[in-house]
Structure formats: C-alpha cells, structure tokens
C-alpha cells in the first residue's frame, strides 16, 4: 500500500515551460486535492476534483489546470511557468467530505522556476 | 482574509516537558479540527481531530482542546520528545465542503 505518490520529487524549469505533475494514490478515495506551500504560509489549495472526470477550482488556481481521466490519478499542469509558480506542491486524496475525514498526503514536489 | 491563525512561528521545549500549540480562528462555521504534523521533505500527516460538539479530544500524548466561544484551539503534547520536533498545522474545516484550511504552522523543537 503505497498511498498517495507523486512525481517528480524535484524539478527546475525556465520561465514559459510547461509540465505535468503526477499524483497517484491506491486507497479508493473519491477526493483528490492539489496544494501548494509558499515559506510562511499554510497550505494553499489549487485545485481539487470530487472524482473521476470531475474537477473544480481551489484557492489559487490561476496558471494551473488539471485533469482526473482515472480515479486514482490526478494530474497537475502549468501550461507556462513563471518564478511566482516557484513552491512545494503536495497532492492529497480523501474518502470523503464528511467531517473529520482526514487527507492524506503525498511527499511533495520541489518546483523551482528560473 | 486570514481564517485560521497560528501566531507563534516556533516553539522550543525541553524534553519530558509539555509542549503547548495555539490555533485562532474566525469562521463559526467550522465543525472540525484537526492537526496535521510535517517532517521536512515529507508531505502532512494527520495528527488528531476534534469535532465541534466536544471541548477535548486526547490520543496518547496528544490531546486537542477547543473553546469554541473564543474560536481557539490548542494541542499539548505531554510529554514532548524530540521524535515530535516538527511542523505542526492546524486545519479547520465545515462538513460537507471540500475545503480544509490550513494555518501557517508552528515549528516545534523538543531538546534532548
């Protein structure tokens, strides 16, 4: 039981490239989530998806776009980065949105923008 | 528009001794809390919850109490050990809705 992976750990772009980020998680969950933490501040959602094939914007989800084609994988895109996208980006699944339902959280991916 | 706060960036506490961390927040709307704690280069893990109907919830050496009329809520840590040293944040959050939100977290580190 791996719960939730993401991919890469650790990448450095140029200003105006694009990527993806990979969130896979093996336990089910509906609930799909992807933040993003900035020094000094909480975590920040971005974007999240209520399951396979939906998916909803978040706090800050300007430059972002994402995809959920599986209910396992959520799927995080900058379609052109900027220094400001510079952050540590955490995928997070859920069972559900009734209370107390924790999130579970991936490693994280180290996203330098130059 | 901040909703939850955690004043105190950093906390430094002995081993053996209580380690106390304070949550502000201002939207009554909120019927759960819970406590996520984070490792450097690793992703939150979940802590402990509290729900609105209680004032304490305790797990070990973790307890949660929650004054809802002063919309605080605190985490202590008894006794503290330096596996705890760590970022902890609290996460408030309404049933029913996809939104957690997280406080800025407070660093505790427990000295051996």
């Known amino acids: 039981n791996a719960g939730v992976t993401q991919t890469p750990k650790f990448r450095v772009l140029k200003t105006g490239q694009s990527m993806t980020l990979l969130c896979a998680q093996d336990?089910?969950?509906?609930?799909m989530y992807w933040y993003r933490q900035d020094p000094g501040m909480g975590l920040r959602l971005i974007h999240y998806?209520?399951?396979?094939?939906?998916?909803a914007k978040g706090e800050v989800p300007d430059g972002y776009n994402v995809s959920r084609l599986k209910k396992q994988n959520f799927l995080l895109g900058l379609e052109s980065a900027a220094p400001s996208q510079t952050s540590v980006y955490f995928c997070?699944?859920?069972?559900?949105?009734?209370?107390?339902?924790?999130?579970?959280f991936g490693p994280g991916t180290r996203l330098t923008v130059l | 528009d901040q909703q939850v706060k955690q004043n105190s960036p950093s906390l430094s506490v002995q081993e053996g001794r209580i380690s106390i961390l304070n949550c502000d927040y201002t939207?009554?709307?909120?019927?759960?809390f819970l406590w996520y704690k984070k490792y450097p280069a690793e992703g939150p893990t979940f802590l402990i919850s509290?729900?609105?109907?209680?004032d304490k919830n305790e797990d070990g050496r973790f307890t949660v109490f929650l004054n809802k009329s002063a919309k605080h809520l605190s985490l202590h840590i008894v006794p503290s050990q330096p596996g705890d040293s760590a970022v902890y944040f609290c996460?408030?959050?309404?049933?029913?809705?996809?939104?957690?939100?997280f406080g800025t977290g407070t660093r505790l580190k427990v000295l051996a």
């Open positions: 997070a699944s859920s069972l559900g949105l009734a209370g107390g339902n924790e999130q579970f």
């Open positions: 336990m089910n969950h509906e609930y």
């Open positions: 998806s209520v399951g396979e094939g939906t998916t």
């Open positions: 939207n009554s709307m909120f019927d759960y």
């Open positions: 509290i729900s609105s109907i209680k």
């Open positions: 996460a408030p959050y309404t049933s029913g809705t996809y939104k957690y939100i």
